[in-house]
T-cell receptor, first 113, second 111 residues
Framework: DAGITQSPRHKVTETGTPVTLRCHQT?????MYWYRQDPGHGLRLIHY???????DKGEVSDGYSVSRSKTEDFLLTLESATSSQTSVYFC????????????FGPGTRLTVL | AQKVTQAQTEISVVEKEDVTLDCVYE???????LFWYKQPPSGELVFLIR??????QNEISGRYSWNFQKSTSSFNFTITASQVVDSAVYFC????????FGAGTTVTVRA
């Protein structure tokens, strides 16, 4: 199994508070991704990174920011959490942008009250 | 416009029945990659198969088989002789310049 961990695995927070989720990999893969999974939508890309300090937006990036200061860590921050951001968040990694499969972390279940 | 369509939301079968999951995709690129992932009730996402747009050869892996047809933009997945452990949500995905997932098909296999 690909070495990907996410922390925390579960979090309950209140509307308006900042939240940071962490993704850590031990595979030295260049590409890292954050997705959210909601019923009926499959997985939707929030942001991705193609290298240290190199990031770009996905299809549902509003209200989220990311940072990658080291190859192995990719942080997702909800600046001011809203109830619509209640979701399961998955981190993924891949060695190539398009041609290779992505391997996913175990997910973080976030509830915003 | 949705790039990956999985028309079947839920499928329920009795053990040992075959089940086919449909996936239709849309892309303008000539080079792209297709994937299937499995998400069992425990929640993790498990990679099953990758296929590139230049390889239309069908593939069989144990009880799993995949039928890729560029002419109909389809990449269907069949589970033969289903088992209870096959119960999961199955996602089809397309990567042309980014990975787009279908909404998933929930497969329930009853003993």
């Amino acid at each position: 199994d690909a070495g990907i961990t996410q922390s925390p695995r579960h979090k309950v927070t209140e509307t308006g508070t900042p939240v940071t989720l962490r993704c850590h990999q031990t595979e030295n893969h260049r590409y890292m991704y954050w997705y959210r999974q909601d019923p009926g939508h499959g997985l939707r890309l929030i942001h991705y990174s193609y290298g240290v300090k190199d990031t770009d937006k996905g299809e549902v990036s509003d209200g989220y920011s990311v940072s990658r200061s080291k190859t192995e860590d990719f942080l997702l921050t909800l600046e001011s959490a809203t109830s619509s951001q209640t979701s399961v968040y998955f981190c993924a990694i891949s060695g190539e942008r398009t041609s290779r499969e992505q391997f996913f972390g175990p997910g973080t279940r976030l509830t915003v009250l | 416009a949705q790039k990956v369509t999985q028309a079947q939301t839920e499928i329920s079968v009795v053990e040992k029945e075959d089940v086919t999951l449909d996936c239709v995709y849309e892309t303008r690129d000539t080079t792209y990659y297709l994937f299937w992932y499995k998400q069992p009730p425990s929640g993790e996402l498990v990679f099953l198969i990758r296929r590139n747009s230049f390889d239309e050869q069908n593939e069989i892996s144990g009880r799993y088989s995949w039928n890729f047809q560029k002419s109909t933009s389809s990449f269907n997945f069949t589970i033969t002789a289903s088992q209870v452990v096959d119960s999961a949500v199955y996602f089809c995905a397309l990567n042309d310049y980014k990975l787009s997932f279908g909404a998933g098909t929930t497969v329930t296999v009853r003993a």
